[in-house]
């Protein structure tokens, strides 16, 4: 469930990458001024297809690596990135005194996954203790004291959010536990699905069989079909992005009186999480009917699906044979990957994982150019001017309402760059000879971390990324966007680009997360990041309408044979998107005011340039099994869908590439969306 990523609405979070600072070369990285030309198909016409007029060529001639889910820009910054980042870590394995403590750590930590024969030595041996404890459960108390543990399974999480009423305080959350596969995939029908589940039964026979447990088959039955029953019951993730719903607080009385199957003063005691006078009641009837299961299902298969899943869920840190069957079952059946990438780059991700600020220090100081945060604060309040001018001029809102958005516009706070202050990994204790060890010491250490702060004012200066992390974030319950190092770099941002370019990829960007204020999430908190109304009825419901419009718009799209996109699902996202767009193309035209009008190069107007950018940033090619998986679980639409679905409805293009009646993406002007 993890209600801190419900409400984190994170945007290109599919790309999940990282990426290297900007070689200061004086010169543009794609093109000659920042777009690049050689990536369009020639015969398309923009009013068809503008993600493929404006990538179709690129699309044709690039194959999407064996290791890979997709291609593009973004996965060529991910390599680069892990080239930088292991140069880091291979001089600190080598030479962690010259990087003091944190140095030490994450050298040991990284030569830890990088030992593969002392890896392959010691065998499954690394499970005993966890499996031993699983296997000395002898009664359903002490079954729930693994369930709120750190590494261990859960049908219901218990974990640390800000609270909804009052964002500069702590508070205890509950909600559903994760499954083996996504949700559904356990309920959907077709070929594929029916596929896919046949897979993951045989899948966990295989690890049990692995790890040595006996009676696999008969195991692996029963641990589907209680992972069936708890999908069944379970939330979707349209559901769980709504804000509203997932808002119940309770007392543990009240939790009780619920689901009096479950001991939350046990669960929360074990969590360390008993002096929250709150807890918020997060997918509240998944959890009322998860209970009844709980209660029906007996102990041993309780004890069962706790052991497969310890083992399943830390197979990547055991001998290759747990690591290849995990790899086989996510990544080549449900996600079309073909080959494991190499084991380097593994270990750059997990270690960014366990000790991700420390490494994020090291790398801002060897590949962050600061001087791109001066271009960056411009743009942003230039974005910020943006969407003041677009609200003061919304047609469709009251003044009440209208002023309320001023106000939480005003109180936007942007982060850039990297933390003001880093975590200090100094309590982490990592030893070299035990990959597995290192790993639950370190979910340990970070809820140990949480635990410090949670009697503690919200501390707003906290990241939820990177510095080395190709993303950004709009964070509701802080009013605050975060854009980390790595983004500000091409196609995003590139400080010696055109400043079309720069307005309609990183401008777009900077857009997109001030829109999450004021998606259909974002809309529900107020300046600083409380849970409250500020809308009056009638622009409630005007908003509703148009964003209603939006959503019919994308249930529309199929990028899948067979899948479409989940208008609801993707709302938010696409919200951001729309807004973004808009906003930057205003902060554009804000900018030419005072630097000058752009002139042509190699025939494009200022314009055309802008939106060519905003398609080239989404330049990306996706294996089909990912794509569906995407679908059915991400907030976030298809690359495809983000450009053509987005443009359609912004007016400035239909001028800037004379689109016309006829033209497959033309929509009527009253057809058009426009919500701020």
Request: charged share 20%; net charge neutral; proline share 6%.
């Amino acid at each position: 469930m993890n209600l801190r990523r419900s409400l984190l609405l994170t945007s290109v979070a599919a790309l999940l990458v990282s990426a290297p600072a900007l070689a200061q070369t004086g010169k543009p990285h794609y093109g000659s001024f920042g777009v690049d030309l050689t990536a369009q198909q020639t015969g398309v016409k923009p009013g068809d297809d503008f993600w493929t007029f404006a990538n179709g060529g690129w699309a044709t001639r690039t194959e999407i690596a064996a290791d890979r889910t997709s291609a593009g820009p973004f996965v060529d910054l991910a390599l680069a990135a892990e080239t930088n980042v292991r140069t880091l870590l291979d001089d600190m394995a080598k030479n962690p005194a010259a990087y003091g403590a944190s140095g030490k750590q994450i050298g040991d930590f990284y030569a830890s996954w990088m030992d593969e024969a002392g890896i392959e030595a010691r065998g499954a041996a690394p499970l005993k203790p966890y499996l031993t404890r699983i296997a000395g459960v002898q009664d359903k108390g002490a079954l729930q004291v693994l369930f709120a543990s750190i590494g261990y399974a859960t049908p219901v999480e218990v974990e640390i959010s800000p609270s909804l009423a009052d964002p500069t305080k702590y508070t205890a959350a509950v909600g559903q536990g994760g499954l083996g596969m996504p949700r559904d995939y356990f309920l959907n029908q077709g070929p594929k699905f029916d596929a896919a589940r046949t897979a993951y039964r045989a899948y966990v026979q295989q690890i049990q069989e692995l790890a040595g447990i006996p009676d696999a088959g008969a195991k692996a039955d029963a641990i589907v079909a209680l992972e069936t029953a708890m999908a069944k019951v379970q939330w979707s993730p349209e559901q769980s992005r709504d804000i509203a719903k997932l808002n119940d607080p309770q007392t543990i009385a009240g939790l009780t009186a619920k689901a009096p199957e479950f001991d939350w003063a046990l669960m929360l005691k074990t969590a360390g999480l008993e002096s929250s006078p709150q807890i918020l009641m997060t997918q509240n009837t998944a959890l009322i009917a998860l209970g009844k299961i709980f209660a029906a299902t007996p102990l041993q298969t309780w004890k069962d699906y706790l052991a497969y899943r310890f083992v399943s869920d830390h197979a990547t840190y055991l001998p290759k044979a747990f690591d290849q069957a995990r790899f086989d079952f996510y990544s080549k059946t449900l996600s079309g990957v073909q080959v494991q990438r190499e084991r380097w780059k593994r270990g750059v991700q997990l270690v960014n994982g366990a000790l991700g600020e420390a490494v994020g220090k090291a790398y801002v100081a060897k590949y962050y150019p600061p001087e791109a945060e001066k271009q960056m604060a411009e743009l942003i309040e230039n974005l910020r001017d943006s969407y003041r001018e677009r609200i003061e001029a919304s047609t469709w809102m009251d003044e009440a309402t209208r002023k309320a958005a001023l106000v939480k516009l005003a109180a936007f706070e942007p982060r850039i760059g990297h933390p003001e202050k880093y975590i200090d990994y100094g309590a982490l204790k990592v030893e070299r000879g035990d990959l597995l060890g290192n790993v639950m010491r370190s979910g340990e250490f970070q809820h140990e971390l949480a635990l410090s702060r949670f009697p503690k004012p919200v501390d707003r200066s906290l990241w939820a990324m990177t510095p080395q992390t190709v993303n950004a974030y709009y964070n509701p319950l802080s009013n605050q966007i975060t854009f980390p190092a790595a983004i500000l770099q091409p196609p995003f941002f590139d400080p010696y680009a055109d400043p079309a370019v720069n307005y309609g990829a990183i401008g777009a960007v900077i857009g997109h997360e001030m829109g999450h204020g004021f998606d259909d999430q974002g809309s529900m908190f107020g300046p600083t990041g409380k849970f409250e109304n500020w809308w009056t009825p009638k622009a409630k419901a005007d908003f509703g309408t148009r964003t209603a419009a939006l959503a019919g718009q994308y249930d529309t799209y199929e990028p899948v044979p067979g899948t479409k996109i989940n208008g609801r699902l993707t709302l938010g996202e696409n919200i951001g998107d729309l807004g973004g767009i808009e906003a930057a193309y205003g902060a554009y035209q804000k900018y030419q005011a005072k630097h000058g009008k752009a002139k042509p190069v190699d025939g494009l107007t200022g314009d055309q340039r802008f939106f060519l950018a905003y398609a080239q940033a989404w330049r990306v090619k996706v294996r089909e099994d990912a794509q569906r998986q995407q679908l059915l679980t991400d907030p976030h639409s298809p690359a495809t869908a983000r450009v053509n679905g987005i443009v359609r409805n912004v007016d400035a293009w239909y001028t800037a590439f004379n689109i016309k009646p006829g033209d497959n993406l033309y929509l009527a002007p009253e057809q058009r969306v426009h919500i701020w």
